[in-house]
């Protein structure tokens, strides 16, 4: 069975800091693009940070430039998503997900073949 599992979410306040694990399992993930994604309520799932094969390349979205860092492990399966600087704008439901297909990294959902079940972060004022 292909999962991958989050881990990492939470409450916390403006300016603090959050770390996101995810880790796949049933497949090899390795060679896959991987990425965060995040949806609020009442909002269309967007792109938060993807990274690709060796994890050289990153990509993120405007919102958490600067704030943010997305990087893997050296075997592939697990990718994190450090959090710091969090804002009240940052609460969502986080997820984590594989491409297995393109070389480029991606920003669109419908790119992304196994997801994650998904972990909350709340970010209070």
């Known amino acids: 069975q292909v999962q991958l599992i989050e881990s990492g979410g939470g409450l916390v306040q403006a300016g603090d800091s959050l770390r996101l694990s995810c880790t796949g399992s049933?497949?090899?993930?390795?060679?896959?693009?991987m990425a965060w994604f995040r949806q609020a309520p009442g909002k269309e799932r967007q792109l938060v940070a993807a990274?690709?094969?060796?994890?050289?390349?990153?990509k993120y979205s405007d919102s958490v430039k600067g704030r943010f860092s997305v990087s893997r492990s050296n075997a592939g399966n697990t990718i994190y998503l450090q959090m710091n600087t969090l804002r009240p704008e940052d609460t969502a439901v986080y997820y984590c997900?594989?491409?297995?297909?393109?070389?480029?990294?991606?920003?669109?959902?419908?790119?992304?073949?196994?997801w994650g079940q998904g972990t909350q972060v709340t970010v209070s004022t």
């Open positions: 997900a594989s491409d297995p297909v393109r070389t480029e990294l991606q920003a669109w959902p419908t790119s992304y073949d196994y």
């Open positions: 990274i690709g094969f060796g994890g050289r390349i990153t």
């Open positions: 049933g497949r090899i993930f390795s060679k896959d693009i």
